[in-house]
Antibody, heavy 121, light 103 residues
Framework: QLQLQESGPGLVKPSETLSLTCTVS??????????WGWIRQPPGKGLEWIGT???????YYHPSLKSRVTISIDTSKNQFSLRVSSVTAADTAVYYC?????????????WGQGTLVTVSS | DIQMTQSPSSLSAFVGDRVTITCRAS??????LNWYQQKPGKAPKLLIY???SLQSGVPSRFSGSGSGTDFTLTITNLQPEDFATYYC?????FGQGTKVAIK
């Protein structure tokens, strides 16, 4: 059974870079059937897609975050990562990683449990 | 960019009720629409993909319909464990969510 687990600092200072890693277990990240994505949820608010990466490294980012976001993949470690630069309090959120089917319907399943990142000095 | 608009934003219902949530796309998306359930403190869970296909393990009281721009998630015989927030999604766009509360 495929599982995803987010890891990284829970507290980041304003203007610094948020870095998270998603470790995939129970299956290979090197597949053309699926892509891999990051989604976040500010406290008490809805879901916001951040970006997606394929096993070959092709990336797709939310237009409003594109200038600050980098997603990378390490197939040797079965991991993919998120970096968000120049963070502010508005980047405080629970960050989820998830598998995204590469078919036209493009659904996210499964999801990691999520990790809360707080931006504060 | 495609916008997804859910309605209502919240509703209250009794156990045993039939509940309907609507999602409207700003342009036609065929049947490329998915539904998720999220409980407090938990990750979203896929319920329906491709507008009407039930994800494995999801109870049959959940159903989805629609195509083009208008979609519906229906829960028949609402159970206590169904009180949650529901989101529709098309690619990188989520609806704003519908919170289903106990009446």
């Amino acid at each position: 059974q495929l599982q995803l687990q987010e890891s990284g600092p829970g507290l980041v200072k304003p203007s610094e870079t948020l870095s998270l890693t998603c470790t995939v277990s129970g299956g290979s990240i090197s597949t053309t059937t699926y892509n891999w994505g990051w989604i976040r949820q500010p406290p008490g608010k809805g879901l916001e897609w951040i970006g997606t990466i394929s096993y070959s490294g092709s990336t797709y980012y939310h237009p409003s975050l594109k200038s600050r976001v980098t997603i990378s993949i390490d197939t040797s470690k079965n991991q993919f990562s998120l970096r968000v630069s120049s963070v502010t309090a508005a980047d405080t959120a629970v960050y989820y990683c998830a598998r995204l089917t590469a078919m036209l319907t493009r659904w996210f399943d499964p999801w990691g449990q999520g990790t809360l990142v707080t931006v504060s000095s | 960019d495609i916008q997804m608009t859910q309605s209502p934003s919240s509703l209250s219902a009794f156990v045993g009720d039939r509940v309907t949530i609507t999602c409207r796309a700003s342009q036609s998306i065929s049947t490329y629409l998915n539904w998720y359930q999220q409980k407090p403190g938990k990750a979203p869970k896929l319920l329906i993909y491709g507008a009407s296909s039930l994800q494995s393990g999801v109870p049959s009281r959940f159903s989805g319909s629609g195509s083009g721009t208008d979609f519906t998630l229906t829960i028949t015989n609402l159970q206590p464990e169904d009180f949650a927030t529901y989101y529709c999604q098309r690619e990188g766009t989520f609806g704003q969510g519908t919170k289903v509360a106990i009446k």
